[in-house]
């Protein structure tokens, strides 16, 4: 399937920009990638004696693969509400400047800030990613609806991904439950590189995985935060010093 | 499956919203109050981008490092090099997203098969 041009009559009501949105789910190898995720999201909150209905509504309202799982783990283990909220809070920093640079795509100069309210909810590191990808071919002014369809979409696939997988999760062995769970680390690393197109992208990529087993060792309760804004700084930096010798 | 494990109790319903459902989107309202402004080729939201990069990446690492579940029962070595060989796969195939993600579940299960 591929999109139809910028100045074609199926772009002519928002409904069927939702449409298109929607059917983009199936054009995107990061769908399936969410089912597993989402897969392995189901079983381990089932392992962790979460009923279905929370699982379902931790897909819904938190919308944040990572978040999920830290908040699942940290509860499971017996984390404080308040521990797991400073976790969950720091983990979820990196969705401020996804929305940040992702919603001035869909934003036109007429669009009103709670028109975007729905887009900034469903705006996670998959959407941030396929935004990039899609809405170059999407007419500006029908972005949200676009976005909005596939959203929509997405989140229906990982709700059908939960179920399965809390379902499952009563016949997984040790083995395939810790396969299920690489897939996260696994997915979400090759996705980031693969949209990795300019330097600072790749050094911010490579030496925030490097630098966070260090920030760990200091044991701030913010590591991931540490590690993250001095990679990222030192990204910035690269990208900075190329512009000016350019 | 009871009515107990499909539906929960709202004390843990109360938990989700307060340790899970207010901290995203106190990201995500923040992000879409002060993104108003913001240029999209602006110095600044390559900065944010970078952060936000690195910040994915301490996630990356931090699943692979201190596991969670069922994760944990699996030897550093075998995480580790099923990251390294899912990425060397990655990088042949001109970033396959797919043929680096196989690369990797298979080295973990190969090994823990090998291990016993």
Known sequence: MALPPLDSPQWNSPWLAFGWGLRSVTQTILTIVLFVTYLGIGALAHDTHFSLLWALASTLFVWAGPAQIILITTLGSGATIVQSAIAVTVSAIRLFPMVVSVLPLMRTPTTKRRELVFAAHLTAVTLWVECHRFLPLVPRERRIAFVHGLGCGLVSVCLVANTVGYFLAANLTQTLGAAILLLTPLSFLFSTARNSREVADVVALVLGIVLYPLAAKLSSGVDILVSGVVAGTIAYGVHWWREVRA | ?116
């Open chain 2, 1 to 116: 499956m009871s009515s107990a494990q499909l539906i929960g109790d709202w004390h843990a319903l109360a938990v989700l919203f307060v340790a899970g459902v207010v901290p995203n989107q106190i990201w995500r309202m923040l992000g879409l109050w002060f993104g108003g402004g913001i240029d999209e080729g602006s110095e600044l939201l390559v900065w944010v981008r970078a952060v936000a990069t690195a910040i994915l990446a301490g996630v990356i690492a931090q699943i692979v490092v201190e596991p969670p579940g069922a994760l944990a029962g699996v030897p550093d070595s075998l995480r580790y090099g099923a990251v390294a060989a899912g990425l060397v796969v990655f990088l042949l195939t001109r970033r396959s997203i797919f043929a680096g993600v196989v690369t990797g579940e298979v080295f973990m299960l190969a090994g823990k098969w090998w291990l016993g």
